[in-house]
């Protein structure tokens, strides 16, 4: 989902749909470069997590006014549903796929090294949404998989938890304890 602010829109999840905990990583977009329409963008976001069974929910607010697939968005009146995501093992096979398959790439996220990250598609109208590929890697494996445990294990404490980062959630108390399970 792409909302104005991520804060109203986790506390709605976690108290009226009993979804939580979410990890709010509030500098999301900071190590990675986003190339929106052709154009590089100096995008600015937090970024929230949780899941329902094994379903992940992620909020994205976008937090300056950069050109990007969520501005484009938001400046149409819309907050909600953005995209479905999906994590293909073959994640180049899986964007060729799109492409030959008439979807176009708006936009891309790069990790320092170069690596692309996430691939955003159009869509027919059909299906009413973007579609979001990124690839399964052993990283996003690990960070995803310890939400998806916090989220399993939920009391109902502490239902929004805030972090810098991803290095920060990672270095956290609550990762370690999600991960004590492995």
Not at 14 to 43: K, L, N, Y
Not at 142 to 171: K, N, Q, V
């Amino acid at each position: 989902m792409v909302v104005r602010d991520v804060e109203p829109a986790a506390t709605f999840w976690s108290q009226t749909m009993g979804i939580g905990p979410w990890v709010i990583i509030e500098s999301s977009g900071a190590d990675r470069r986003f190339v929106h329409r052709g154009q590089e963008t100096p995008v600015e976001m937090v970024i929230a997590f949780s899941y329902a069974g094994e379903t992940q929910v992620e909020i994205i607010s976008q937090t300056n006014s950069a050109p990007s697939i969520y501005t484009e968005f938001l400046d149409e009146g819309r907050e909600g549903l953005h995209h479905l995501g999906f994590w293909p093992d073959d994640y180049a096979g899986a964007c060729a796929a799109l492409a030959d398959a008439g979807f176009e790439e708006l936009t891309s996220l790069y990790l320092p090294d170069g690596t692309k990250t996430v691939s955003y598609f159009s869509s027919p109208s059909f299906i009413g949404t973007f579609v979001e590929l990124a690839p399964m890697t052993p990283f996003r494996q690990t960070y995803m998989g310890a939400i998806e445990r916090l989220a399993g294990s939920w009391d109902g404490d502490r239902p929004l938890r805030h972090f810098s980062s991803r290095a920060a959630f990672i270095a956290s108390d609550d990762f370690t304890t999600a991960m004590e399970g492995d």
